[in-house]
């Protein structure tokens, strides 16, 4: 079974940094996007960012040029730097890996982001 374990949230102050960070269990499958996922209290989930097999990257207009997403193939690793945060960053983050030829996704358990005005 595969699994994905997060670190990194807590509590900052705004236009403060934190580093999300993912690890995904090995396994045999073939990852085809890594991504970064956030739900804030009484909002629906967004994608934040997400990073290719090619090594692509997009992110949502309300983070570009603040967050970076990256990658370490080696450790199956997939980590989401935040700048300048602000407190409408605040949310559960949650990594998802999405694989090909029909296993689908796996979801992380969530990591707070808590930023304080």
């Known amino acids: 079974q595969i699994q994905l374990v997060e670190s990194g949230g807590g509590l900052v102050q705004s236009g403060g940094s934190l580093r999300l960070t993912c690890a995904a269990s090995r396994s045999t499958f073939t990852i085809n996007t890594m991504n970064w996922y956030r739900q804030a209290p009484e909002k629906q989930r967004e994608l934040v960012a997400t990073?290719?097999?090619?090594?692509?990257?997009a992110y949502a207009d309300s983070v570009k040029g603040r967050f970076t997403v990256s990658r370490d193939i080696v450790k199956n690793t997939v980590s989401l730097q935040m700048n300048s945060l602000k407190p409408e960053d605040t949310a559960v983050y949650y990594c998802?890996?999405?694989?090909?030829?029909?296993?689908?996704?796996?979801w992380g358990q969530g990591t707070q982001v808590t930023v304080s005005s």
């Open positions: 998802n890996v999405h694989y090909l030829y029909g296993v689908g996704d796996v």
């Open positions: 990073i290719t097999r090619a090594g692509n990257t």
